[in-house]
Nanobody, 126 residues
């Protein structure tokens, strides 16, 4: 059974950094497109970053470019989201999702993903 588990969230001050992890089980992660999404209270879910299967191409939402970095460790079957220069508006529940068959240019669209983790809370506050 395909399973995704996020971790690494927490409370951090503005300007701080976090590394979120998305650990996969039941499937080989590098054969899937993996997306990171977030949802703040009262807002729609937003795609922030994704990484392709195989060659590991990446894409980012304009709002996070330069501050977020997605990466994959095939040996650990885990995808990471490094977040720097955190802002209060980054506060949200962060989710990872997996989809095997996808045109990479669409990978920030949440409705294209079938498998989701439970989310990890990121709170940016002084």
């Amino acid at each position: 059974q395909l399973q995704l588990v996020e971790s690494g969230g927490g409370l951090v001050q503005p300007g701080g950094s976090l590394r979120l992890s998305c650990a996969a089980s039941g499937f080989t992660l590098d054969r899937y497109v993996i997306g990171w999404f977030r949802q703040a209270p009262g807002k729609e879910r937003e795609g922030v970053s994704c990484i392709s299967s195989g060659d590991g191409r990446t894409d980012y939402a304009d709002s996070v470019k330069g501050r977020f970095t997605i990466s994959r460790d095939n040996a650990k079957n885990t995808v990471y989201l490094q977040i720097t220069s955190l802002k209060p508006e980054d506060t949200a529940v962060y989710y990872c999702a997996a989809e095997e068959l996808m045109v990479f240019g669409t990978c920030l669209r949440d409705f294209l993903y079938d498998s989701w983790g439970q989310g990890t809370q990121v709170t940016v506050s002084s």
